[in-house]
T-cell receptor, first 112, second 114 residues
Framework: DQQVKQNSPSLSVQEGRISILNCDYTNSMFDYFLWYKKYPAEGPTFLISISSIKDKNEDGRFTVFLNKSAKHLSLHIVPSQPGDSAVYFCAARWPSNYKLTFGKGTLLTVNP | EPEVTQTPSHQVTQMGQEVILRCVPISNHLYFYWYRQILGQKVEFLVSFYNNEISEKSEIFDDQFSVERPDGSNFTLKIRSTKLEDSAMYFC????????????FGNGTRLTVT
């Protein structure tokens, strides 16, 4: 039961270019969508979120876009830096108890 | 910046033994969670805890699992009789009162059941 899907297991980009990470979901009940970054041997670190009533949220180099009709969101990182190399998880939140459902993650590698 | 802390970072136990994983959530947070990630798989929800009781639990969280907030700071996950398939990274998380507060995760406890 994959309610949150990240179809690309990995992505490789050059330093300074844009990284675009994609996520699809199936349940229109989700009220918030979040992106987390995870380094090996660490827990997921919150990056940015977007409410289901918005279509864009920006924070520095990170922008999340939400297309509700397509049930699709994306995370843009520009410019990408080598320190951005990590696994990125998309997560969707249930409004009832704020439980998160995660995608499988995308390993981003930013090459110098 | 306040953070969620988990101990131990790695726990090795024999099948059938009881384990207790410990977490100290961020001090003013009200919602507490346990998640786990089996190697190579996605992060999965186990249980949420609010106002001193379980608010929701997943199918994974069967009678072998329990959670407790024994004092004002600790939040524990107990597995009564561990199985090989319980081997995973266990993450504790907490969030604040505001509806848009994100979950903050600890660095996890790697549980290895032999």
């Amino acid at each position: 039961d994959q309610q949150v899907k990240q179809n690309s297991p990995s992505l490789s980009v050059q330093e300074g270019r844009i990284s675009i990470l994609n996520c699809d979901y199936t349940n229109s009940m989700f009220d918030y969508f979040l992106w987390y970054k995870k380094y090996p041997a660490e827990g997921p670190t919150f990056l940015i979120s977007i409410s289901s009533i918005k279509d864009k949220n920006e924070d520095g180099r990170f922008t999340v876009f939400l297309n509700k009709s397509a049930k699709h969101l994306s995370l843009h990182i520009v410019p990408s830096q080598p320190g951005d190399s990590a696994v990125y998880f998309c997560a969707a939140r249930w409004p009832s108890n704020y439980k998160l459902t995660f995608g499988k993650g995308t390993l981003l590698t930013v090459n110098p | 910046e306040p953070e969620v802390t988990q101990t131990p970072s790695h726990q090795v136990t024999q099948m059938g033994q009881e384990v207790i994983l410990r977490c100290v959530p961020i001090s003013n947070h009200l919602y507490f969670y346990w998640y786990r990630q089996i190697l190579g798989q996605k992060v999965e929800f186990l249980v949420s805890f609010y106002n001193n009781e379980i608010s929701e639990k997943s199918e994974i969280f069967d009678d072998q699992f329990s959670v407790e907030r024994p004092d004002g700071s600790n939040f524990t996950l107990k597995i009564r009789s561990t199985k090989l398939e319980d081997s995973a990274m266990y993450f504790c998380a907490s969030s604040g009162q505001l509806s848009h507060s994100p979950l903050h995760f600890g660095n996890g406890t790697r549980l290895t059941v032999t």
